[in-house]
T-cell receptor, first 116, second 110 residues
């Protein structure tokens, strides 16, 4: 069964350093999402892509976070500089078609970030 | 702004019991409601998706209901097993994005 791939699975970094996370969605999925999940809370959407275009990045802290999906396939989320409050699980998800509100999102295993 | 609340935050029951998890949301203008399972340190697995025009969905021992007018959904788990121990999250799909509750951490005791 096809799955969403993410790497690394774990990342420990010091504050002010740069970190990057990678996501490879299920083949053929046009929509890709990045979520941040703080321990004990539900995931919150950071950015949504439709193919290579950003559809929603209203909750992305753009002073330090950036996301790209250059060829409309895999995606990278970057944080520079990392802050203590960025410690969280970063989840990538994908869904099949152009957004209709009816399809399921498939989630990857996540990247757990710890900022010291 | 859509808000999703799940009660209780944690639940512990003996194996074999039937149980109900609750989810409420503030804005009834939704496309669908989904229930996810999350094991510790892992990603989310979709369990059930109920479209806004539907009242319930069933998958094996799981049954989810949706009452859009009252802003409520329940996830019913029959004959619980230790392997059902996980965090269960409900999420509401609005016009813009999927909004999650904070989850219910379920423990099934052998």
């Amino acid at each position: 069964e096809a799955e969403v791939a993410q790497s690394p699975r774990y990342k420990i970094t010091e504050k002010s350093q740069a970190v990057a996370f990678w996501c490879d969605p299920i083949s053929g999925h046009a929509t890709l999402y990045w979520y941040r999940q703080i321990l004990g809370q539900g995931p919150e959407l950071l950015v949504q892509f439709q193919d290579e275009s950003v559809v929603d990045d209203s909750q992305l802290p753009k002073d330090r976070f950036s996301a790209e999906r250059l060829k409309g396939v895999d995606s990278t989320l970057k944080i520079q500089p990392a802050e203590l409050g960025d410690s969280a699980m970063y989840l990538c998800a994908s869904s099949l078609a152009a957004w209709t509100g009816l399809e399921t999102q498939y989630f990857g295993p996540g990247t757990r970030l710890l900022v010291l | 702004k859509q808000e999703v609340t799940q009660i209780p935050a944690a639940l512990s029951v003996p194996e074999g019991e039937n149980l109900v998890l609750n989810c409420s949301f503030t804005d009834s203008a939704i496309y669908n409601l989904q229930w996810f399972r999350q094991d510790p340190g892992k990603g989310l697995t979709s369990l059930l998706l109920i479209q806004s025009s539907q009242r319930e969905q069933t998958s094996g021992r799981l049954n989810a209901s949706l009452d859009k007018s009252s802003g409520r959904s329940t996830l019913y788990i029959a004959a619980s097993q230790p392997g059902d121990s996980a965090t269960y999250l409900c999420a509401v799909q609005g016009a813009q994005k999927l909004v999650f509750g904070q989850g219910t951490r379920l423990t099934i005791n052998p």
